[in-house]
């Protein structure tokens, strides 16, 4: 655990959390539903063959950050709406359950706390809704926010992490300052473009540090004997005290 980015004495300002496989684990089989849902869409919808789809799908994603990003650049036309009701619209949500101890764990933190996900905003909600933590986040930066277009059959590329220019673009949205912030994702090249961009940073599902990471975190129930940073000057570590806000719907940044 590299815990020098956090000794500096700076009061952390804002948390920034990914979202599938971060605040729930991938054990869910939600990442592999994904992936299953978007190989039948280049098959069926974009007509690419078969024998080539399943290998084409990871290098794109490994390429572009997401396999949606990969197939406009290489030219694919199709839209976005369509493609995202195609690939989430059909996932098993219900294997997703309420989390009340992270829900009680993110209500306890007194930064401002947001989603920052690669994902559309219906996705977002489902996955929120689901996990029973639609009131712990202020806002959710996602696909539409990053990727502002009328039409989707622009020659715009797709904007997504782990593009540097993407986080960024999250971090002007959010109007937050990077040294005073904690990203916490579980992908290895997230982490390091996130590492890149100046914030604090904390690898999820891993006990075992990557390049870029200033703290390895197996799962986000762990994070209060982690990062007891967060709670610094705070009088709510006994989670039994917290104060429940109002309940306050979850906006989408723009």
Known sequence: MNMDSFSTGAKF???????????????SGINLACRHNIEDYMRHQLSIKESEVP???????????????????LGYEFDYDEFHANVHGKLPYDKLKPDPVLKQLLLSMPQRK?????????HAAQVLS????????????CFETLNEVEDSKSDKRILCKPMLEAIEA??????????????????????????AAGLHTVVVG?????PGADVALESMHNIKEALPEIWE????????????PASVETVVLA
Do not use: H, W
């Open 13 to 27: 300002e804002c948390l920034l959390f990914d979202m599938d496989d971060t605040l729930y684990p991938m054990s």
């Open 130 to 141: 689901r996990l029973g933590l639609e009131e712990c986040f202020e806002g959710v930066i």
């Open 55 to 73: 290998k084409m799908c990871l290098d794109l994603y490994k390429e572009y950050g997401t396999t949606m990003a990969g197939l406009k650049a």
């Open 114 to 122: 947001i989603i920052f996900t690669n994902a559309d905003k219906a």
């Open 206 to 210: 891993t006990s075992v540090l990557v």
């Open 233 to 244: 000057g705070t009088n709510q570590l006994d989670s039994d005290s917290v104060i429940q």
């Open 170 to 195: 999250a971090i002007r949205i959010a109007k937050i300052d990077p040294k005073k912030t904690i990203f916490f994702d579980d992908s290895a090249r997230n982490i390091a473009t996130g590492k």
